[in-house]
Structures are given as C-alpha cells and as structure tokens.
C-alpha cells in the first residue's frame, strides 16, 4: 500500500478484555515496528520485527502482550486481560530493511481501557 | 545502552524567529544512525532527517539545519524563520548497531511558534 495502515484507529475495551491491534505495512518493507505512546509522552519500543529474523521482543512490558508478522507482512499485537495502564496510543512503523532507515509511521490505535 | 536526551520539554517563539531543537545522544557503538521526526497536531509521525555515524557533515534543506558534533554527541535541530505551521513536537532518535538497528526515541520537545 501507499502508507502503513493501522486499524482499529480507536478502541475501547473494558479492563481485562483482549484486544487485537492491527498493522499493515508498506508493501516490499522488510522491517516492521511497534510503539507505545502515553498521553503526551515520548515513544516506547515495544517489538521490532525484520525478515525472517526472530523479532526483538525486549520492549514488550508483560507476557500480557504479545506481536505476530505474517508472510513477512501484515503484523497483529494482543493485549491480553488489558489494564487500565494499557491505554495510549499504539504506533507502527515500517521500513525497507533493518538498517537504520527512517520510518514510516502509520496513524496509530488510540487504545482507551475503561 | 543507548538513549538520547531532548532536555528542552517546550519551546515557545514568535514566527520568523530561529529556533534550536537540542539532542544529545549516548551509545558505545560506533556504528550508529541519528534522527529527527515531526509530530504536528494531527498526530502522525513524519520522518526528517538521518544522519550516520561517519558523516559528520551539517545538512540544510531550506529553512531545516541540523549540526551534528560526534564530540559533544549531540545532533541539533535549526528552524531558521519559524511559522505557525512549524508547530510540533520534535523527536530525535538514535539506532545503533548493537542494538540491532531499533530506534530509541528521546521524549520529545514541544514547539509552538505563535503569529
């Protein structure tokens, strides 16, 4: 596609609910990104994901969350039995490869947990 | 570790004014890549600049300068003539190889350029 597309654009759930966030990358970019920002907070590495490689879970903040990237395209996060901390907005970003390339970022997922 | 320091949270100015955005970084790599993203009030992120770790030259792309300075390992922002539409919060980045190329972003400072 032209863009990162992000879907839901919002989301409520109730607190302990699953949920299920949505990316779909620009087409041919090996390198996908998941971000977390707080209201009026910087950007927190959640999980990268490039080529074939395993993906570099190291920002993922509890086994509560959880990211797959299937046929290297299309990326889905969970969010397992959400937390009223959980809300903010989820961002992702691709890229043509894994290399220190600027990012694409999509629109993101304003996630609230009532 | 790497990380990255935006010390200025806001800056306020009145347009045609020049404004520096401050970053400085952190890494023991040396291999490593520097960024600045825009943010508007629409919310999406929009890719600037990137500058690697072997080129130290500045850069200018019309009224956007940057200054990068290994030896003070910061990576300064210049809007020079600032407008309303310059209004944003600014992000720099840094990815380095030992970290497999993920990019930290540093929290941002908030720039309102007033008519």
């Known amino acids: 596609g032209a863009g990162v597309s992000q879907s839901p654009s919002n989301k409520v759930t109730e607190k302990g609910k699953d949920v299920e966030l949505r990316c779909d990358p620009i087409?041919?970019?090996?390198?996908l990104y998941w971000y977390r920002q707080s209201l009026g907070q910087g950007l927190e590495f959640l999980i990268y994901?490039?080529?074939?490689?395993?993906?570099?879970k190291s920002g993922l903040p509890s086994d509560r969350f959880s990211a797959e990237r299937t046929g290297g395209s299309v990326s889905t996060l969970t969010i397992q039995r959400t937390q009223q901390e959980d809300s903010a907005v989820y961002l992702c970003?691709?890229?043509?490869?894994?290399?220190?390339?600027?990012?694409?970022f999509g629109s993101g997922t304003r996630l609230t947990v009532v | 570790a790497q990380k990255v320091t935006q010390a200025q949270t806001e800056i306020s100015v009145v347009e045609k004014e020049d404004v520096t955005l401050d970053c400085v970084y952190e890494?023991?790599?040396?291999?490593?890549?520097l960024f600045w993203y825009k943010q508007p009030p629409s919310g999406e992120l929009v890719f600037l600049i990137r500058?690697?770790?072997?080129?130290?030259q500045n850069e200018i792309s019309g009224r956007y300068s940057w200054n990068f300075q290994k030896s003070t390992s910061s990576f300064n922002f210049t809007i020079t003539a600032s407008q309303v539409v310059d209004s944003a919060v600014y992000f720099c980045?840094?990815?380095?190889?030992?970290?497999?190329?993920?990019?930290?972003f540093g929290a941002g400072t908030r720039l309102f350029v007033k008519a």
């Open positions: 890494t023991r790599d040396t291999t490593y890549y």
């Open positions: 500058r690697n770790s072997f080129d130290e």
């Open positions: 087409s041919g970019h090996t390198a």
């Open positions: 994901f490039q080529g074939n490689s395993a993906p570099d």
């Open positions: 980045a840094l990815s380095e190889r030992g970290g497999g190329f993920k990019t930290i």
């Open positions: 970003a691709s890229s043509p490869g894994g290399g220190g390339y600027g990012y694409t």
